[in-house]
């Protein structure tokens, strides 16, 4: 029961002490809000990227086109090679005519692009390859068409390799980026907190030291300005959600109106209910490290 009695002063202490410097506090918290925010849209453009990545590996499949002069008997050839690999889980043949018929359900409204190409068919038969789940990532992908290339009579192969490999180069960027860039603005917070509580220990100065000369206990004195860092980075961590929600909004705003074929494919979400935990966590731990940081100086100090 005293414990509790003790966390509530804490609390109150600390709500008191941020209410008579309201103007300091403000920009304190709208300055963390800022940090966090950064930190955040950067993680939530690296979580939709890796969605991105894993719907890719979750409907992989290698399309390998076959040669003009291939006969009947050497496509069923074809077909048992590729089968012998071990990653392989299907295979299935399309025919440059079912080719065609396919592009021209994909082009439907615009039919006119077909113009021209009513007497020769300029699609080629192929394979579409599917691979078997542990197989249906980058580098294996990419181990399979090199197999695949060893097999004559095909010519060409097609798995989204440019962009995957575009993606996969961003998404390590914007990793390696984000290492860096969180360990600066984390630092930047506790340095904001940490100078806050500064102002507030230097203003009520005269009363912490007659609280020691009484014989309070340093838990006692540290308590409130511990659950003020705490308090401050939450809401710190609070408003960033909510800037970070509402550029998220306007995104998909923007992105609706220009492209709504690139709004479909693209498929965005917003953090997860436990990423926002992590961060509201992640705010008060800083609070809580910038408060302590400066009580440690202080009380060695006075």
Same mark, same amino acid.
């Given at each position: ?30 300055? /963390?809000? #800022?940090? !966090?925010? +950064? &930190?955040?849209?950067?993680?939530? @453009?690296? *979580?939709?990227? $890796? ?125 390696? /980026?984000? #290492?860096? !860039?969180? +360990? &600066?603005?984390?630092?930047?917070? @506790?340095? *904001?907190?940490? $100078? ?107």
């Amino acid at each position: 029961m005293a414990r509790f009695h003790l966390f509530t002063y804490f609390i109150r202490e600390a709500i008191v002490n941020m209410t008579r410097s309201k103007v300091p506090n403000a920009i304190a918290i709208g300055m /963390i809000a #800022v940090s !966090l925010s +950064i &930190f955040g849209i950067f993680l939530l @453009i690296y *979580i939709n990227l $890796n969605a991105v990545a894993r719907r890719w590996s979750d409907s992989v499949q290698v399309i390998a086109y076959l040669d003009e002069s291939i006969t009947e008997d050497q496509r069923i050839e074809l077909d048992a090679r590729i089968r012998e690999i071990s990653a392989v889980e299907n295979v299935r043949f399309v025919s440059s005519e079912e080719a065609l018929e396919d592009f021209k359900t994909r082009l439907v409204g615009h039919e006119e692009l077909l113009d021209g190409v009513a007497d020769a068919n300029p699609l080629p038969a192929s394979f579409e390859i599917r691979l078997k789940t542990k197989y249906q990532n980058f580098a294996s992908v990419q181990t399979v068409v090199d197999m695949l290339a060893q097999i004559p009579h095909l010519e060409d192969f097609q798995y989204g390799q440019t962009w995957l490999e575009n993606l996969t180069i961003v998404i390590n960027l914007l990793k390696f /980026i984000g #290492v860096f !860039l969180g +360990i &600066f603005l984390f630092l930047t917070i @506790i340095f *904001i907190i940490s $100078n806050t509580i500064k102002l507030t220990l230097y203003s009520r100065e005269e009363e912490l030291n007659i609280m020691k000369f009484v014989g309070a206990t340093e838990t006692f004195i540290k308590g409130p300005f511990l659950a003020e860092g705490i308090m401050r980075g939450f809401l710190g961590a609070t408003g960033s959600l909510v800037i970070i929600y509402l550029i998220y909004q306007l995104f998909l705003t923007v992105l609706h109106y220009s492209s709504s074929s690139l709004f479909m494919f693209l498929s965005l979400s917003f953090l997860s209910w436990s990423v926002m935990i992590g961060m509201l966590i992640l705010g008060s731990f800083l609070g809580w490290c910038g408060s302590l940081f400066t009580l440690h100086k202080f009380l060695r100090t006075y």
